[in-house]
Structure formats: C-alpha cells, structure tokens
C-alpha cells in the first residue's frame, strides 16, 4: 500500500467533490519507481467511480497526466505527488474534475488573456513547503489557459535530470527548457512574472484610518484589531506569511501542541479575510513620506497609498555573509532552507554556517541525509540551546569548527568547495561542499524607512511600550522594532499593542 489508510480515507471524502470524470494517464516502466506510482494510481482509482487509469507515452518515466475525458489539462506529475506535494495532487484532481480553483475573477481573466505558449517543469523536493504554492499556482494556470502546461517533477526521483538542469534548490521553475524562477512564489507573482504589463497600480488618495505595511503575524493581528475598532484598514505586503511560511513545525503557539507555518498562515489569512480589510499583496513599499495629515507610502512603479496612521510591520530576512560566491551561488548549491533543499545533498559533503539554533537544527538534518556536515561558527563557541548540540555530538558524520571565518565559496556553475580562515592560526582551509546553508541570523527590513524613522544600531525600528516610532501617525510592530525577543506570540502582542495605540491616536484628533 502506497497510501496510509488515513490517507485513503481522507481522500476518498474530497473525491466525492468530484463533478466530471477524470483520466490519469500514466507513462510507467518496470523499474521499482515506476511499480510504486502504478500502485499508487490503482489506489487512487479505486476510491472513486469518476476516476479512471489508461497509459499515455509522455516525455519522463513515471510521470502521469491528470485529464478529463475531453479536454487535457495540461497537468503532469512525475514522480510521486506524496509528502507536501500530495495536496497539489489531491486540488488537481478536483480542479479538473470541474471543482472552481479558488482565486479571484481578476487573476482568471489574467491567466486566460497569456498569449504566449509555453510547458513548464517544476523540480520539487517532497519535503519542501514552499513548492506546493509554486505546483499548485502553475497548474491553475495550466487548467484554465490551453496554451500553457505544466509537469511537477520530484526531484529526488529524477536526480539525473536535475542534475542535468544543475538544480541545487527547490523549488526551481523551467520554462522550456530553459531555468525561469526559484523559491516561493504565489499565484500572482507569477502571473507578473508572465504578464509585467497587466502588474495591478494604485494612487490612493482618500486616506486609509491605517496601513499596516507586513503580512506575517505581527502586521496581520494589527490588521485585525484595526478593523474590529470600526477603522478604514488596509494591509500591504510583498508576500502575506512573513518567515513563518518558512517554519515548518511551530511548538510554542500558545493553545496549539503543535502546528506548522504554512498552516497557521492560513488560518491568519482567513482571519484576515474575515474582516473589511483591503488586502494588498505582492506589492513591496519602497518610502515613506510625512505629510500634514497622512502618511504616504510609495509602491515603487506599483503608485502609492495614503493613511492617516501607519503600522509597520516588515520583520526580517536572513542576513547575508557577504563573501565572493555568495550572490553567484544563490540557488546554485547556496541555501537558507534545509527543510527545502536538504533532499538534493543526499549523499553529498556540505557545511552549515552559524552555530546559533537554526544552524544546529539545519546541521541535525542534513547530518541523516548528507554525507558530511562542517558546523563553521565564527565565535568561540556554538551558540545553540544545550538539548540542540547534545543531539548535534551523537553524529558520527558532523565535524564543528569554531572561530573560523569564512571568506569564500567557490564552484563552476555551482558550488564545489568553501574556505575558510583559522581566527587563530590565521590559516586557510578550503573544504570540499556541494552545498551551503547559511544560517547567521536575521537583518530587519528598514532600509525604506530609514529617512522618516529613528533606528537603533541594529536597523531597528525604536518604539516605546505603545508601539510608538518617533513619528507621531507611526507605529511599529514585532520583528523590525526593537523588541528584546522575536517570536510568534510577541509579534501578534506588539501588532495589537501598535493597532490599540493607533486607534487612540485618531481618537484623540477627533
Ligand atoms: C526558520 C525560522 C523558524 C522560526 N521558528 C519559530 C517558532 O518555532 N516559534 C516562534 O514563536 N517563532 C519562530 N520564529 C520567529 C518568528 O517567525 C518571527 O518572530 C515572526 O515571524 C515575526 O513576525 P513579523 O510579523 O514581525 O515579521 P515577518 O514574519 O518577517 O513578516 C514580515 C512581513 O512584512 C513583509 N514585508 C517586508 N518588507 C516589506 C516591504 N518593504 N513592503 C511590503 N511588505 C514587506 C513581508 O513580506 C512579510 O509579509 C522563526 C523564524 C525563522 C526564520
């Protein structure tokens, strides 16, 4: 049996969603992987009368198409759609079966104006959850626009073809043939990336009560009270789920035992959605302006929006090392998520940079995958948690260097070796790596607001007990503020405390 009974179970209750009959045309051999999609399938099958299995000659072995009787969707997955992919499975399966897929009148108007014609290839990891958004966004596209088509390839089963297309990070996108894209993107990123033209504009001149600039928790629970006090709110932000869509298990959100980000994400959005709030998404603020009355916040070639009071919320991103290799090698053997790429080090040598508790937990991973894991801190010392590096000693396969400083990663095409400098010795070492994860904390995102508001010297945006920046119509919140601790729960808190402190700043104006 491929699929777990709870599996089955599951399944056959969204198969009864089915509204069409549905062919999986499958392209299989007599190797091993080929058997284990074949049962697969015959499971799949079974569950439903509308389901149907016939073989087809498709370009890789196993793969298999996901078709209604008279119209090809365009819809492909080679290798098993299990793990995170088994959700992109299961919504192909419904959206051909004549299920609407989820997404606004606008966006299908987009995907059904592309003109151009072209077959996309998504490598993906099964661990990776970043990959199904990117799987799942790309085959809408394929269903609704018959010029367009799309085949998820699991990348651990065809390590020759990624290989050969040099893939060293999931997930990554081909557009025939040829590398388009890497890394998360949703429906509409996409879609500019296709269309850059029909990118939405806004020149909002009638104020907003308040923005929130930030979709992770703390800007999505600022948003949420904002509204609950009766107040005119918009949320902006370049991609709503901030690092928490990159957490994979979550144990220390208060009520829930365990939960992951992707998943509490969600549940905030449709929090969110819950509430008249204008959801701005996709969309990166590039200035703030104080005028006399309200605040203007620029989106770049995107316009502008107006509001009496702003609550900046932008978090943080992983700070760079800034060596030579690290820009050329982004997505060429260089990673920030383990979770995502750890898959395609099997087997391989590779080092961790940072000693802190993400680098201790990525060197955990990669030490039951890769052949070799180098822990490289620059301090004298592994900063992580005493449980984390407890664990970290049992490894046979993981080696740490401490006070080493780490000037250069090196390849061709891709990463091959890294060097490093003995902070003692003053010695070179160049080790062999095929990939690098770096993981050395994070940088607050403030650059845009470094003109108007007072930052520590960390880049921290310095607010008082209320949330209150040096501007009295702005607030900040979680992350990017200068908050002693940065986690889940104390973001959402300080989103409320900006929110409560917003709502009685425009109070007291009248
Ligand atoms: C790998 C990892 C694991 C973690 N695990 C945990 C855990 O288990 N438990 C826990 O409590 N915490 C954990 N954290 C910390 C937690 O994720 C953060 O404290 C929290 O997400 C901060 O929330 P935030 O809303 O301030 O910022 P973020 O989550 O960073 O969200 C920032 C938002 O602002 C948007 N944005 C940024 N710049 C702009 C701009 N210029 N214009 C428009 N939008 C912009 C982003 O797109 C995003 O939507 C983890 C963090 C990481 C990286």
């Given at each position: 049996?491929?699929?777990?009974?709870?599996?089955?179970?599951?399944?056959?209750?969204?198969l009864?969603?089915?509204?069409k009959?549905?062919?999986?045309?499958?392209c299989?051999?007599?190797?091993p992987?080929s058997?284990?999609?074949?049962?697969?399938?015959?499971?799949?099958?079974?569950l439903?009368?509308k389901?149907?299995?016939?073989?087809a000659?498709?370009k890789?072995?196993?793969?298999?198409?996901?078709?209604?009787?008279?119209?090809?969707?365009?819809?492909c997955?080679?290798?098993?759609?299990?793990?995170?992919?088994?959700?992109?499975?299961?919504l192909?399966?419904?959206q051909?079966?004549?299920?609407?897929?989820k997404?606004?009148?606008?966006?299908?108007?987009?995907?059904?104006?592309?003109?151009?014609?072209?077959?996309?290839?998504?490598?993906?990891?099964?661990?990776?959850?970043?990959?199904p958004?990117?799987v799942?966004?790309l085959?809408?596209i394929?269903?609704?626009?018959?010029?367009?088509s799309?085949s998820?390839?699991?990348?651990?089963?065809?390590?020759d073809?990624?290989d050969?297309?040099?893939?060293?990070?999931?997930?990554t996108i081909?557009?025939?043939?040829?590398?388009?894209?890497s890394?998360?993107?949703?429906?509409?990123?996409?879609l500019?990336?296709?269309?850059?033209?029909?990118?939405?504009?806004?020149?909002?001149?009638?104020?907003?009560?308040?923005l929130?600039?930030g979709?992770?928790?703390?800007?999505?629970?600022?948003?949420?009270y904002?509204?609950?006090k009766?107040?005119?709110?918009?949320?902006?932000?370049?991609?709503?789920?901030?690092?928490v869509?990159?957490?994979?298990?979550?144990?220390?959100m208060?009520?829930?035992?365990?939960?992951?980000?992707?998943?509490l994400?969600?549940?905030i959005?449709a929090?969110?959605?819950?509430?008249?709030i204008?959801?701005?998404?996709?969309?990166?603020?590039s200035?703030l302006?104080v005028?006399d009355?309200?605040?203007?916040?620029?989106?770049?070639?995107?316009?502008?929006?107006?509001?009496?009071?702003?609550?900046v919320?932008?978090?943080?991103?992983?700070r760079?090392?800034?060596?030579?290799?690290?820009k050329e090698?982004?997505?060429?053997?260089?990673?920030?998520?383990?979770?995502?790429?750890?898959?395609?080090?099997?087997?391989?040598?590779?080092?961790v940079?940072g000693?802190?508790?993400s680098?201790?937990?990525?060197?955990?991973d990669?030490?039951n995958?890769?052949?070799?894991?180098?822990?490289?801190?620059?301090?004298?010392?592994?900063k992580?948690?005493?449980?984390?590096l407890e664990?970290?000693?049992?490894?046979?396969?993981v080696t740490?260097?401490?006070k080493?400083?780490?000037?250069?990663?090196?390849?061709?095409?891709k990463?091959?070796?890294?060097?490093?400098?003995?902070?003692d010795?003053?010695?070179?070492?160049?080790?062999?790596a095929?990939?690098?994860?770096i993981?050395v904390?994070?940088?607050p995102?403030?650059?845009f607001?470094?003109?108007?508001?007072?930052?520590?010297?960390?880049?921290?945006?310095?607010?008082?007990?209320r949330?209150?920046?040096?501007?009295e119509?702005?607030?900040?919140a979680?992350?990017?503020?200068n908050?002693?601790?940065?986690?889940?729960?104390?973001?959402?808190?300080?989103?409320?405390?900006?929110?409560?402190?917003?709502h009685?700043?425009?109070?007291?104006?009248g």
């Amino acid at each position: 049996m491929v699929l777990t009974a709870e599996l089955q179970q599951q399944l056959s209750q969204y198969l009864t969603l089915l509204e069409k009959e549905v062919v999986l045309k499958a392209c299989l051999g007599e190797d091993p992987a080929s058997q284990e999609v074949k049962s697969f399938l015959e499971e799949v099958v079974a569950l439903s009368g509308k389901l149907s299995l016939t073989s087809a000659d498709l370009k890789l072995k196993p793969s298999f198409t996901i078709d209604r009787k008279d119209y090809d969707s365009g819809i492909c997955f080679a290798g098993l759609p299990l793990g995170h992919e088994f959700e992109s499975f299961v919504l192909a399966l419904l959206q051909v079966g004549g299920r609407a897929p989820k997404i606004s009148p606008e966006q299908k108007a987009r995907i059904e104006g592309l003109k151009q014609t072209c077959h996309f290839e998504t490598f993906v990891s099964l661990s990776c959850h970043n990959c199904p958004d990117v799987v799942q966004a790309l085959n809408i596209i394929s269903l609704l626009n018959p010029n367009i088509s799309h085949s998820m390839i699991e990348g651990g089963s065809f390590k020759d073809l990624a290989d050969k297309y040099q893939v060293m990070a999931v997930p990554t996108i081909f557009l025939d043939g040829k590398e388009w894209a890497s890394g998360r993107q949703n429906l509409d990123q996409i879609l500019d990336l296709l269309s850059p033209q029909e990118k939405p504009t806004y020149q909002v001149d009638e104020p907003y009560d308040c923005l929130v600039i930030g979709g992770g928790p703390a800007g999505a629970s600022a948003a949420i009270y904002t509204a609950r006090k009766g107040l005119k709110v918009a949320l902006v932000a370049k991609s709503f789920g901030g690092q928490v869509n990159e957490t994979l298990g979550i144990e220390n959100m208060i009520g829930q035992i365990y939960t992951e980000g992707p998943k509490l994400m969600q549940q905030i959005r449709a929090h969110v959605e819950h509430y008249p709030i204008d959801l701005i998404e996709n969309v990166t603020v590039s200035s703030l302006e104080v005028e006399d009355e309200k605040v203007k916040v620029s989106l770049g070639e995107q316009g502008y929006l107006t509001s009496k009071t702003l609550i900046v919320a932008t978090g943080a991103h992983w700070r760079l090392i800034n060596v030579p290799g690290e820009k050329e090698f982004k997505a060429k053997g260089i990673s920030y998520c383990p979770h995502c790429d750890g898959p395609l080090f099997k087997d391989k040598p590779v080092v961790v940079i940072g000693g802190g508790n993400s680098g201790i937990e990525a060197a955990l991973d990669m030490a039951n995958l890769a052949s070799s894991v180098t822990v490289l801190e620059y301090a004298d010392h592994l900063k992580a948690d005493a449980v984390l590096l407890e664990r970290l000693r049992e490894k046979s396969n993981v080696t740490i260097v401490t006070k080493a400083n780490t000037t250069a990663i090196e390849g061709q095409g891709k990463v091959q070796s890294l060097t490093y400098v003995d902070r003692d010795s003053q010695e070179s070492h160049t080790i062999k790596a095929d990939g690098v994860f770096i993981l050395v904390g994070l940088v607050p995102n403030t650059d845009f607001v470094k003109n108007c508001l007072t930052l520590n010297d960390k880049g921290e945006i310095i607010v008082d007990e209320r949330g209150q920046s040096n501007q009295e119509r702005i607030f900040a919140a979680g992350d990017c503020t200068n908050s002693t601790y940065k986690q889940i729960v104390i973001s959402m808190g300080s989103g409320a405390t900006a929110a409560l402190s917003a709502h009685d700043y425009l109070m007291r104006q009248g």
